[in-house]
């Protein structure tokens, strides 16, 4: 038991979220299988609150114009070649997290904090298995351009676009220092 705790603290310490790809194609199989286990996140619905779009192969260029539909024109003229080059080439898996726009408050909050925690598991099972995670909330993810070149459809959130792929480890950032949980906790142990 002690063993599977530090195997698990030590993913948890050792994540890191990877800006580089190597290119190298990621089975749509292994990522439907990190998916399958990532899913086992809590929620507190009836059902589960989350839908996928995964950009994949030729379906990239889909997500990069997407993303180009959200740029003025002198944008795309400066920018275009070089996103284009990144998430068709450079970056092998973009996977768009989705919830349903939820006008109740308390559901809405469930579902994004379900979501999220479904992008924490996803981050550490891929992880396990050499794939590198960055979790992106940009400007895009609420541009109405965006989402309609893109396929999310109407009442639907991004909580987040991930670009995943496999990395090379020696170009990963270090970790920043954490604050010490004695500095951030308040503990009430009396009445």
């Known amino acids: 038991m002690e063993e599977t705790y530090q195997a698990i603290e030590k993913t948890i310490r050792e994540r ?3 800006n580089h790809f190597t290119g190298e194609d ?5 990522i439907m299988e990190l998916l399958d286990a990532a899913v086992w996140a809590p929620f507190h619905s009836r059902k589960e609150p989350w839908r996928f779009l995964m950009f994949v ?13 959200t740029y003025t024109a002198d944008k795309r003229e400066q920018y275009g070649e070089r996103v284009e080059q990144a998430y068709c080439s450079e970056v092998p898996v973009h996977l768009l997290v989705l919830i349903d726009e939820e006008p109740r408050w308390k559901e809405w909050e469930e579902a994004l904090s379900a979501a999220s925690a479904l992008i924490q598991n996803l981050q550490l099972l891929a992880w396990e298995r050499g794939i590198g995670v960055v979790w992106k909330t940009n ?7 965006f989402r ?3 396929g999310v459809k109407p009442g639907q959130k991004v909580v987040g676009t991930l670009h995943m792929g496999y990395f090379d480890p020696s170009k990963v950032r270090r970790a920043r220092p954490r604050t010490p949980v004695s500095e951030l ?7």
């Open 16 to 18: 890191r979220t990877v």
């Open 57 to 69: 192969g030729e379906g990239r260029k889909r997500f990069s114009d997407a993303v180009l539909a």
């Open 185 to 191: 906790l308040t503990l009430v142990d009396s009445v």
């Open 148 to 150: 309609e070149a893109a």
């Open 139 to 145: 400007d895009y993810n609420w541009s109405p351009a």
């Open 26 to 30: 990621v089975p749509v199989p292994l």
